[in-house]
C-alpha cells in the first residue's frame, strides 16, 4: 500500500455518506470520520470539508411526491443546511462555520480573495470550515454543479496539499463495479488520462450527482496545480485509521509537481502582474531575508491600477524583488502607503487584514542578470 503525507486537506463528503437514504442527514457514517478529523488537527493539521447532504435533509421536512423541481430543490437546500450543519456540529467541540458558495464567487477576483481571507481566518481561529454550494442563488450557468467540482476549487483558493474524496465506494475501480463485478480497485494513477475518463460511469446513488466523473475532474484539477487526490469509501470506518497511519486505502492521484513548486510557477509565470508596489530596504530585507508578509508601512509608491486579487510586482529601488497577489487594490495602498496595519481602519474605514501581500501568495524573484 502507497504512503501519503500532508498539512492541510479538503475532506469531501458526498450525499452517499451523510444522507445514505436520501431523505434526511444521518450520522450513521460519520463518527470515524469526525474522530479522523479530531485526531489530524490535534496533530496540528488542518482541515476544510465540503459536505453535501442539504437538500437530503430538506427532502424530510418538506416531501413532493413528484420529482422535484430546481426550486422546490433549492427550499429544499435552504430548509435542510441548518441541519446538515448541526448534523456536523454535535461531533466537535470547536466551531463549525458555514461557507456557501458558487461557481460565480470563485471566478470572481475579489470574491475569491474575500473567501480565501475568510478560510485562512477560520483556520486561525481553530474553526471547522464547512463548504457547501450555496444552492439559494445557483441554477445552471451559477453552479459549480457537483460537489466533487466544488472540493477541487476550495482545495486550491484554501492553499491545500491533498483533496480526500469520501464515498460508498473503495476507490476507482477499472468500471463500475455495481454494473461489472468483474471490475478491479486502481490503487494508484500517476496521470489523469482520456482512457481514465473512459471508464468513470455516473452516480450510483439517487442522491449523489456526479458520480465517479465528477470526482475524476476534480481529481485532474487538483493533481495538475500540485494536489495529491484520494478517493477512499467513507462507509469503510477502518478506512480513517489507514489514513491516520500514512496509508492510502483506496485511489491515490498522485499530484504532478509538489504543491509549492505548482504555486510558485502560477505566481511567476501564469499570472499577469497589473501594477506595481516600491519598497524601501526594511521592507526588502523582511521579504528577502525573513520570508515576511509585505505590510503597507514598507511602501514606498504604487503604480498601475489594480484590484484586491490582482498579481502585482514588488520593487525596491529599481530591482524587481518578488511576484505577489494584492490583498487591497492600488488605491486603496495609495492611501495606507507607510502607514502602521493598526491605522488600515482609520484610513480607510475598514481592514482586510494587516497583510498587503501575504507570504503564502509571494514569490522571490532571482535578480536578472
Ligand atoms: N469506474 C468506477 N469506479 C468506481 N465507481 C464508479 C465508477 N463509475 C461509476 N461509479 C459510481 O460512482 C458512484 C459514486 O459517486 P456518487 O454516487 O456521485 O457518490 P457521492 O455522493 O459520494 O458523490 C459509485 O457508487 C459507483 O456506482
Ligand atoms: N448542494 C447539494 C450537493 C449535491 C452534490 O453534489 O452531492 P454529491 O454528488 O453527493 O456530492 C446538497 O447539499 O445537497
Known amino acids: 500500500m502507497s504512503t501519503f503525507s500532508w498539512q492541510r486537506a479538503v475532506i469531501k463528503i458526498g450525499s452517499a455518506l451523510i444522507a445514505p437514504d436520501g431523505r434526511q442527514c444521518s450520522g450513521r457514517y460519520l463518527l470515524p470520520i469526525a474522530q479522523f478529523i479530531n485526531a489530524s488537527r490535534e496533530a496540528g493539521k488542518e482541515i476544510i470539508l465540503v459536505s453535501s447532504g442539504s437538500v437530503a435533509a430538506g427532502r424530510a421536512k418538506i416531501p413532493v411526491n413528484h420529482v422535484a423541481s430546481i426550486a422546490e430543490k433549492q427550499a429544499m437546500a435552504a430548509i435542510g443546511q441548518i441541519d446538515m450543519m448541526a448534523n456536523w456540529q454535535r461531533f466537535f467541540d470547536f466551531p463549525c462555520a458555514q461557507v456557501l458558495l458558487t461557481s460565480d464567487d470563485l471566478h470572481d477576483r475579489t470574491r475569491y480573495v474575500n473567501i480565501k481571507n475568510t478560510i485562512r481566518e477560520l483556520l486561525n481561529h481553530q474553526a471547522l470550515p464547512i463548504v457547501n454550494e450555496n444552492d439559494t442563488v445557483a441554477v445552471k450557468e451559477l453552479k459549480v454543479g457537483d460537489n466533487d467540482n466544488l472540493a477541487a476549487y476550495t482545495a486550491l483558493v484554501a492553499g491545500a496539499d491533498t483533496l480526500i474524496i469520501c464515498s460508498d465506494i473503495d476507490g476507482l475501480y477499472s468500471a463500475d463495479p ?192
Open 178 to 369: 455495481r454494473k461489472n463485478p468483474d471490475a478491479t480497485l486502481i490503487p494508484e494513477v500517476e496521470h489523469i488520462t482520456p482512457d481514465i475518463y473512459a471508464i468513470a460511469g455516473g452516480a450510483g446513488t439517487s442522491v449523489g450527482t456526479g458520480g465517479m466523473r465528477t470526482k475524476i475532474e476534480a481529481a485532474d484539477k487538483c493533481t495538475r496545480s500540485g494536489i495529491q487526490t484520494l478517493i477512499v469509501n467513507g462507509r469503510n470506518g477502518s478506512v480513517f485509521d489507514a489514513l491516520q497511519e500514512g496509508q492510502i486505502p483506496g485511489t491515490l492521484f498522485k499530484a504532478q509537481q509538489s504543491h509549492t513548486t505548482a504555486r510558485r510557477l502560477w505566481l511567476e509565470h501564469t499570472l499577469k502582474t497589473r501594477g506595481k508596489i516600491n519598497v524601501d530596504d526594511g521592507a526588502k530585507s523582511a521579504l528577502v531575508n525573513k520570508g515576511a508578509s509585505l505590510l503597507p508601512s514598507g511602501i514606498v509608491e504604487v503604480s498601475g491600477h489594480f484590484k484586491p486579487g490582482d498579481a502585482v510586482e514588488i520593487e525596491c529601488n529599481g530591482q524587481t524583488l518578488a511576484k505577489g497577489i494584492a490583498l487591497y487594490g492600488a488605491k486603496e495602498l495609495r492611501q495606507i502607503k507607510g502607514a502602521k496595519s493598526s491605522q488600515i481602519n482609520n484610513i480607510l474605514g475598514y481592514d482586510s487584514g494587516e497583510e498587503v501581500v501575504h507570504r503564502d501568495d509571494l514569490v522571490l524573484l532571482k535578480p536578472a542578470g
